[in-house]
Each structure stands twice: as C-alpha cells, then as structure tokens.
C-alpha cells in the first residue's frame, strides 16, 4: 500500500478515538466500583477498628480513609460521564467518516466500471465495422431458464464483467446516506435536547351552537432545558385563575383543563412571561330551561352582520322561546352588542 489517504487517515483516528474513549469509560466506572466496595468493606469493618487499643486515633483513620474513597466515588463517576458523553460525539463523527469512506469507495468502484465500459464499446464498435453487424452479450429469457435448459450443464452464460462491476455502487451509496441521516438526526435531536424550553399554550372551543361539549385549554413546554410558569384564567363554568409550572412534578411537559367557553361561556387566557400564548372570548350567556343550558336560537349581529346565538328572547303568551323579540345574542366576533339600540334592526 502507498500512502493513506486523507479519508482513511480520518476514518483511522476516528475509529481509535472511539477506541480511546470506551476503555476510558470502562476504565473510570471499574475505578469507581472497586473504590465503593472498598467504602463498603469498610463500614462494615469500622466496629472492630474502634475496638483497638486506641479507638480515637483508630476513628480519625477511619474517617479520613472514608472521606478520600467518597471523594474518589464521585471524582470517577463524573469522569465517567463526561468520556461517556464524549463517546457518544466520537461515534457520530465516526459514522460519519464511515460514510465518507463509502461514498469513495462507491466513486472508485464507479471509475473502474466506466472505464471498462469504454474499452467494451470501442470494442463492440470495431467489431461492428468488421463484421457488419452489433454483438450483444447473451442473457436467457425468463421463458429459457424456466424450461430447464440449463440445469443438465450443457447450457450455461456468464453475467459480462461490465455488468458486474457496478454491483457494489448502488449497496455502498445506499449505507452512507443511511449512516449520515441517522447522524443528522441524532445530532439534531441532541440540538433540541439542550436547547431552552418553547412554551406554547392552545385553546379548543367546540362549534358555538354545541352547548354541551367543553372546551380545552392546555399548555406545554417543548424538548429542552428549563421550565415555564404559566398562568391561566378562565371565566365561566369551572372557571378560576391557576398557575402553573411545567415540567411538573412528575415532569409532564403539558396541561390540561376543560372549561365551558362556547355560545356565551366566557373567556381564557394563558400568559407565560407576560406575553399571551392563547386567548378565546365567547360573550353573553347562556340561558337555562330548569334541566339544561341551551342559547335559543339564532339570529344576525346587528354589528358585523355574522350568525349569532340568541341568548334571551323576551316572553310572549304561549312562553314559547323561539318567539318574542330578540333580547340578547352572543356575537361569536366579540362585539359588544345593545340591543335596547338595536332592537329595530333585528327581525325574525
Ligand atoms: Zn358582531
């Protein structure tokens, strides 16, 4: 062999980097292991050392011996850790030469077979010139091989050379995009990891003319370091204002509530740092017939002219409640409506 190449150079101090860093692991965690069966042993040994003849300098021994194999414990156990977490940087940059060196490999291999495929077809264009006609390398039909002609061994082809040389492109180039993607999206993942915590907060109103259903309120906190304080209002049916930290105790990155917002509900917020994340204004409210909430029907905003739940009508003789005139709607785009002023421009 000549000279290394710069790509296997690479590859080469890749590779023994990695080498490098898993003995010092393994070297760091069996350090920290003896070291804490030594601690043990120890402790469990102390009774009979105070039991010398001169118990005080016997504990002060004791004490300094047990002070320097904590202090190991733990020196060793972080060295650990962090050739650990350098391991893991060493094998990504691993793979990724790896990826390099097939891709060259992959480049080489292609070299080779074009330049075989050039000498053939200068070839095939020679023998055309002299003999009149194209040479074309013979391949059984399906139909062929099928019928058995070929098995008794009186019958037989080769796959031409020419073909064969690019069997290892395809494979090779295949294994480095899938080494690289993974890198990339380990690394990416490990980006997101470390990065700050994103507080985000969404509030769900069901259709304003569906009085059952709730609404959610929630909020969460992406991948990363730290953690957001949140604090939610809400009005209306189980309404209250509630702050709330996240990752939580049990390091949940989301929370929920339902609340009552839609046809004339009420309202939520949720501010994080003093900026608001989400926020639903549903106004009026909502009528009760003695067993269930209902808005009564609907009519047109005198304002914007939008389709609006009728929230009061007044009495009329036969208490129906779809008659009588309009009291009150809950416009869905928030305006706020009189309807002592409007009650002329409202007909239904
Ligand atoms: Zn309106």
Same mark, same amino acid.
């Given at each position: 062999m000549g000279r290394m190449s710069n790509i296997l150079r690479t590859l080469r101090g890749a590779e023994s980097e990695v080498e490098? *860093?898993?003995?010092?692991?393994?070297?760091?965690?069996?350090?920290?292991?003896?070291?804490?069966?030594?601690?043990?042993? *120890?402790?469990?040994? @102390?009774?009979?050392?105070v039991l010398a003849h001169d118990p005080a300098s016997a504990v002060r021994e004791l004490t300094i011996r047990q002070m320097d194999l904590r202090t190991w414990i733990v020196g060793a156990q972080g060295a650990s850790a962090a050739a650990e977490e350098q391991l893991v940087l060493a094998r990504w940059d691993l793979d990724e030469a790896r990826a390099v060196e097939m891709r060259d490999q992959a480049a080489k291999f292609t070299a080779t077979a074009e330049a075989h495929q050039a000498k053939v077809t200068t070839l095939l264009a020679q023998l055309r010139e002299l003999d009149g006609v194209d040479y074309v390398p013979f391949e059984p039909s399906k139909e062929d091989i099928q019928s058995g002609m070929f098995n008794d061994g009186h019958f037989s082809w080769e796959v031409p050379h020419g073909t064969v040389l690019w069997d290892p492109v395809q494979p090779l180039l295949d294994e480095a995009s899938r080494l690289e993607q993974r890198v990339a999206a380990e690394r990416a993942a490990a980006a997101r990891a470390v990065a700050p915590v994103v507080p985000t907060a969404s509030i769900l109103v069901p259709a304003w003319d569906d009085v059952d259903s709730e609404s959610q309120v929630s909020c969460r906190i992406s991948e990363g370091v730290g953690s957001a304080t949140f604090e939610v209002s809400t009005s209306g049916q189980y309404g209250g204002i509630e702050v709330v930290t996240?990752?939580?105790?049990?390091?949940?990155?989301?929370?929920?509530?339902?609340?009552?917002?839609?046809?004339?509900?009420?309202? &939520?917020?949720?501010? =994080?740092?003093?900026?608001?994340?989400?926020?639903?204004?549903?106004?009026? @409210? *909502?009528?009760?017939?003695?067993?269930? !909430?209902?808005?009564?029907?609907? !009519?047109?905003?005198?304002? =914007?002219? @939008?389709? &609006?739940?009728?929230?009061?009508?007044?009495?009329?003789?036969? @208490?129906?409640?779809?008659?009588?005139?309009?009291?009150?709607?809950? =416009?869905?785009?928030?305006?706020?409506?009189?309807?002592?002023k409007h009650a002329a421009a409202i007909s239904s």
């Open positions: 490098r *860093l898993e003995r010092e692991v393994a070297r760091w965690t069996t350090e920290a292991e003896n070291r804490r069966r030594e601690l043990a042993d *120890l402790e469990r040994d @102390s009774g009979a050392a996240l990752p939580d105790q049990d390091g949940s990155r989301m929370w929920g509530k339902r609340v009552k917002l839609q046809a004339g509900g009420g309202s &939520a917020k949720v501010t =994080c740092g003093g900026a608001v994340l989400a926020r639903e204004v549903r106004p009026g @409210s *909502l009528m009760a017939n003695g067993t269930q !909430s209902v808005w009564v029907d609907y !009519s047109r905003c005198p304002s =914007c002219r @939008s389709t &609006a739940p009728v929230t009061k009508r007044a009495k009329t003789e036969s @208490s129906d409640a779809t008659k009588g005139a309009v009291l009150a709607i809950a =416009c869905q785009n928030g305006c706020d409506v009189d309807m002592t």
